[in-house]
C-alpha cells in the first residue's frame, strides 16, 4: 500500500501531521492555485508543504520578498477568478497592511484567504499581536480554529466562503495550532484549475476617492451579509446546559481548553458552553441566546479582550442584565493554559481544582534557581559570531579615537543574528522589526556623534533593507551597513530568497547579489568580506566605519548549518580543532568570553573543544594568544 | 474508550526530540487512536531547550498537557527534565537519560549547572519513579551515537503502558530511517525497550 501524504486523494483516511500542514492541506483541498508568502514562524511551514507539492498538484508557489509582495500575488489572482492565499506571521500582517486594507473594498472573485499566525507568548516574535483587531478595521471576516482538524477544515471552506460573500477572509492560526500535530482526516480534493481572465473595470479596481466612496457602501454590504450568515457556520455552537448558571464563550483554541476545564472540574452539566469559530464578525444570535440564559459570562481568548468587548457590547445595545467577565479573570499576556481557563472557572463557580496549582507554583519558584540558563545560541561554525567580532573590533577601534566615553552603536534586525545580543558579543543595541537597523541608523547619523553599524541578513535586505539604505544615500547618513550574508532565510528553516538563485519551488532564477544593489542605489563604499578570514574583515569594516558617507559591507559565507549538509552529502569530512593543553593559559579565557562558542567548554578545570560539536571554522584559533588551539590531523 | 494518557519529552535542540513525537504519533495513528500535542520551535532550536507533547486519548482535545497531568516524562538530558518538573504527580513515570549537556552560559559563568544527585531528589520528589538510563552508552552499543532518540523511545514502549504495539512503532521506525541505517535504530529501540523493562521488574 502506498503510504499517505499530504496530497493523497484519499477522503476519509486519517493522517498524523503539524498544524501547519493541515492548513496547507486544507488550501489543496479547496483547489488553491496561487499561494505566497514570506517566511516567518510559525507560519513558515504552510508555504514549505504546498511548495513540496506544487508540480504535482499545478499550483503556483512563490516566497515573495515581503508580505505586502505576497499579498499583492494573491489578490491579483482573486481578481483574475482564481484562488488564491497568502500566509505570514501576525507581525508580517503589519507589512501587508496597506494593501490588506483596500482588498477589503476590492472583495474578491477567486476565493482569497489571508491566514495570519499570532504567537501569544512571543515565543518566536518581537511581539504579542492579536491580528484581529487589523481585520476589524479592515471589515474582514476571521475564521479562528479550535484544533488543527479545524484548522484544515476552516481553511477549505475559507475559499468557498470567500467566493460566496465576494470578500476576502482570514484564518487566524495560533504557535499552538500551527505547530500542534494531530491525526486528522482527509477531506475531497478539488481539481478544478481555472484560467486567471483580467477583466478592465476601473469602477472596482481603480481607487480614487470617488471610487472609495463608491465602494464603501459596497464593502459594508457584503459584511452584513456574513455577519447573519455566521450563526448558522459549524464553528460557532452553543451548548446550553440545564442548571447553567455560567456561560462561557470560548473563542478558537480557547474552546479546547474549556472543555478539558469543565470536564476537570467535573462541572459539565453546570456550565454552558459557546464555541466561536468567528470572533469578527460575532454570530450575533447566538451571544444573545446564551446571555439570555445564564447570570454570569466569562470571555475567554487568547491576547487581546477583542470578543470581550464585542459581547459586552452586544449585551448593553440587547439590555441584558449579565454580569461578564474575561480579562479580569484570563490573562491578557501569554497563551493560555488548561490551568488559566480551569482557574477562572473556578471562582465563578465555587468548585475546586483537583490539582493544587499553589502548591505547583511554589515547586517551581523552588527549583527555579536550580536551572541552568540555556539560551538559544548561534550554532558552533556560525559565520555571524566571527562577523560580530570584526564589527566590534574594528568599531570600538575608531571609537576610542573620538574620545573615550564614545561608544559604536549597533542596531540590529529580525534574524539569527537577533542570538548575538547575547553575552558576550552583546553586538544588538536596538531590534524592533524587519528592516529597522537601517531606518534607526539613518536616525541616529543626524542625532548622535559616534560610529553607527547597522546589521542584517540577506533575506531580511531583500524584504525591507532597500529603502532605508537609499534613504542613507539620499540623505547623506554617515553610517555603515553590514549584510551578513549566509544565503538563507535561516532562522525560519533555510527557506530560499532572491539572492539564491533558486525559487520557492527549486527552479533556478536570476541571482541577485547585494553588492549590485548597493552600488546601483548610489552606495560609494561597497566591499565583501568573508568574516572567517578575520584579519582582513577587520580591515575592510574599519575602511567601512571610516569612510565618509555612508558604507556597505557584505559579509558572505554560507549558513553552517546548510554547509555541513552539503558536506555531508558530498561525503566530507569536518576536521575539528583541539587545544593543547601545554600552551592554553588555563587564566586566559578569550576563547570563551569573546565568542561564546557552544563548542568550547570548561571541563575539570581545563578549556576543551567539543569535537562533535566543532564545525572546523577556526575562529577561535585565529584569536587565542597563546596559538593554542590546532586543527586535528586527517 | 482510550483512557488519556499524557507523555511531555523535554531536551535540547538536536537531541531529536522532534523526531520521537512524529514517530509516535505515526504509530498512534496506525492503531486508529486519537492523537493531539504540540511543540515550541523556531528560536527554540538553536541549543536552547526544547519539549514536544503528545497526548493520547478519546477525550482529549488541548494541545498542551495540564499541569500535573503528565503521565511519562522521557527527560533527554537532566536539567530539561527537571524544568518540566511542575507536570510531574505521584503517579507520574520518569524516564531520564542521565547524560547532561551543559549549556555555554556554565563556561561563561553565568550559571550553574546542578548535581544529578539534586536533581533525582527534586524528581524523585514529585514524581512515582525514576528510571535512570544511559541513552549515550546504549546507542554507542546500539551502533550509532545519534540513535540515542530511538534509545530513549525504546524505554517508553519498555513501560508497556501506551495502547500502541512494538510492530506498530517499529514498522514506523523502519519506514523513516533508509534501509542502511534503519537496523541500528530498531537494535536502538530493542536495546531501550530492555533496559526500561528490567529495571521496571
Redesign the interface.
Known amino acids: 500500500m502506498k ?1 499517505l501524504t499530504i496530497s493523497s486523494d484519499a477522503p476519509g483516511e ?3 501531521v503539524l ?1 501547519n500542514e493541515a492548513i496547507a492541506r486544507g488550501a489543496i483541498e479547496a483547489g488553491v492555485q496561487v499561494a505566497a508568502a514570506y517566511p516567518g ?2 507560519s513558515s511551514e504552510i508555504l514549505e508543504t504546498l511548495a513540496g507539492v506544487a508540480k504535482e498538484l499545478d499550483i503556483y508557489v512563490e516566497w515573495s520578498t515581503n508580505e505586502k509582495v505576497a499579498f499583492e500575488v494573491a489578490l491579483a489572482a482573486s481578481i483574475c477568478g482564481v484562488r488564491a492565499m497568502a500566509c505570514m506571521k501576525h507581525v508580517g500582517v503589519n507589512v501587508a497592511h496597506d494593501a490588506l486594507i483596500m482588498a477589503s473594498y476590492l472583495g474578491a472573485k477567486g476565493g482569497l484567504v489571508l491566514l495570519s499566525a499570532d504567537d501569544p507568548w512571543a ?2 516574535s518581537q511581539n504579542e499581536q492579536d491580528s484581529r483587531y487589523i481585520a476589524e478595521q479592515g471589515y474582514i471576516p476571521i475564521l479562528e480554529p479550535s ?2 482538524q479545524e484548522a484544515k477544515d476552516m481553511m477549505a471552506h475559507a475559499f468557498e466562503l470567500s467566493e460566496e460573500f465576494k470578500h476576502l477572509f482570514i484564518v487566524r492560526s495560533v ?3 500551527g ?5 486528522i482526516v482527509l477531506g475531497e480534493m478539488s481539481r478544478e484549475r481555472r484560467r486567471g481572465y483580467f477583466k478592465k473595470d476601473p469602477s472596482w479596481l481603480v481607487y480614487t476617492p470617488v471610487q472609495a466612496r463608491k465602494n464603501k457602501p459596497l464593502m459594508l454590504e457584503r459584511f452584513e451579509k456574513i455577519g447573519k450568515a455566521v450563526n448558522t457556520l459549524p464553528y460557532n455552537q452553543l451548548r446550553l446546559a440545564d442548571r447553567a448558571k455560567l456561560g462561557v464563550i470560548a473563542c478558537g ?1 480557547s ?3 474549556t ?2 476545564a469543565v ?2 472540574l467535573g462541572i459539565e452539566d453546570q456550565v454552558s458552553i459557546l464555541k466561536i469559530g468567528t470572533p469578527h464578525p460575532l454570530p450575533k444570535e447566538l451571544v444573545v441566546k446564551l446571555l439570555n440564559s445564564v447570570g454570569e459570562i466569562l470571555v475567554v481568548e487568547e491576547l487581546e479582550p477583542f470578543v470581550e468587548l464585542h459581547v459586552k457590547a452586544i449585551a448593553g445595545e440587547a439590555n441584558i442584565p449579565v454580569k461578564i467577565h474575561g480579562k479580569d479573570l484570563v490573562p491578557v499576556i501569554g ?1 493560555l ?3 488559566k481557563v ?1 482557574e477562572a472557572i473556578a471562582r465563578l463557580t465555587d468548585s475546586k481544582p483537583p ?1 493544587d ?1 499553589a502548591e ?2 511554589k ?2 519558584q523552588e ?1 527555579a534557581p ?10 558552533p561554525g556560525c559565520p555571524h559570531r566571527a562577523s560580530f567580532y570584526a564589527i566590534k573590533l574594528a568599531a570600538k577601534k575608531v571609537a576610542r579615537e573620538h574620545g573615550k566615553d564614545v561608544e559604536p552603536i549597533y542596531p540590529g534586525d529580525i534574524g ?1 543574528y537577533d ?1 548575538a545580543y547575547n ?2 558579543l552583546e553586538a544588538v543595541d536596538i531590534q524592533i522589526c524587519m528592516g529597522g537597523s537601517f531606518g534607526i541608523a539613518n536616525g541616529l547619523a543626524h542625532v548622535v556623534e559616534a560610529p553607527i553599524i547597522a546589521h542584517l541578513g540577506d533575506s531580511t535586505f531583500f524584504h525591507a533593507g532597500i529603502p532605508p539604505l537609499i534613504d542613507a544615500v539620499y540623505n547623506k547618513a554617515n553610517i555603515t551597513m553590514v549584510i551578513l550574508d549566509n544565503s538563507a532565510t535561516a ?2 528553516g533555510f527557506q530560499p530568497h532572491p539572492g539564491t538563485g533558486y525559487t520557492a519551488t527549486g527552479d533556478e532564477t536570476i541571482q541577485l547579489k547585494i553588492e549590485d544593489i548597493a552600488r546601483a542605489c548610489g552606495v560609494k563604499f561597497v566591499e565583501v568580506i568573508d568574516p572567517f578570514d578575520l584579519k582582513k574583515a577587520t580591515e575592510t569594516i574599519e575602511k567601512a566605519i571610516r569612510f565618509d558617507g555612508p558604507a556597505v559591507i557584505v559579509s558572505r559565507k554560507l549558513c553552517t548549518v546548510i554547509e555541513l549538509r552539503e558536506k555531508r552529502e558530498r561525503k566530507e569530512k569536518v576536521i575539528p580543532y583541539y587545544i593543547d593543553q601545554d600552551k592554553c593559559n588555563i587564566k586566559c579565557d578569550a576563547c ?2 569573546l565568542l ?3 563548542a ?3 571541563q575539570d578545570g581545563k578549556t576543551i573543544i567539543d569535537s ?1 560539536l566543532c564545525t572546523g571554522c577556526g575562529i577561535c584559533a585565529q584569536i587565542c594568544p597563546y596559538k593554542a588551539i590546532i586543527e586535528e590531523k586527517e | 474508550m482510550i483512557k488519556e494518557f499524557n507523555i511531555l519529552i523535554s531536551g535540547v535542540g538536536g537531541q531529536g526530540v522532534i523526531l520521537m513525537s512524529e514517530l509516535l504519533g505515526k504509530a498512534a495513528v496506525k492503531e486508529g487512536l486519537k492523537i493531539r500535542g504540540s511543540e515550541v520551535l523556531g528560536m527554540a532550536v538553536r541549543g536552547g531547550s526544547v519539549t514536544s507533547i503528545i497526548r493520547i486519548g478519546d477525550e482529549v482535545y488541548g494541545p498542551l498537557i495540564p499541569l500535573g497531568k503528565c503521565d511519562t516524562l522521557i527527560g533527554m538530558e537532566p536539567s530539561e527534565a527537571l524544568r518540566n518538573i511542575t507536570y510531574l504527580s505521584k503517579s507520574s513515570l520518569v524516564i531520564l537519560n542521565t547524560a547532561a549537556t551543559i549549556p555555554f552560559t556554565v563556561s561563561l559563568g553565568q550559571s550553574k549547572y546542578p548535581s544529578l544527585e539534586e536533581i533525582l531528589e527534586k524528581l524523585g520528589n514529585a514524581s512515582g519513579r525514576i528510571i535512570k538510563l544511559d541513552a549515550a552508552q546504549t546507542a554507542q552499543q546500539a551502533g550509532s551515537s545519534l540513535t540515542t532518540n530511538i534509545v530513549m523511545l525504546g524505554a517508553l514502549f519498555g513501560t508497556e503502558l501506551l495502547p500502541i504495539s512494538i510492530e506498530t512503532i517499529k514498522e514506523s521506525i523502519q519506514a523513516r530511517f533508509p534501509a542502511k541505517i534503519a537496523p541500528v535504530n530498531i537494535k536502538a529501540f530493542e536495546l531501550g525497550y530492555q533496559a526500561c523493562h528490567r529495571a521496571l521488574k
Open positions: 503510504e486519517r493522517l498524523f498544524g514562524t510559525p515565543w518566536s484544533s488543527v504557535t499552538r495550532i505547530h500542534a500535530r494531530s491525526d483554541l474552546y479546547s481548553y472543555l478539558e470536564k476537570w497563551e493554559s488548561t490551568r480551569t490539582v496549582f505547583l507554583d515547586l517551581e527549583t536550580l536551572l541552568p540558563w540555556r539560551p538559544p545560541a548561534l550554532c539569527c542570538l553575552p558576550p532562522m525560519t570563551i568570553e561564546g562558542c557552544p568550547i567548554l570548561k562533535s
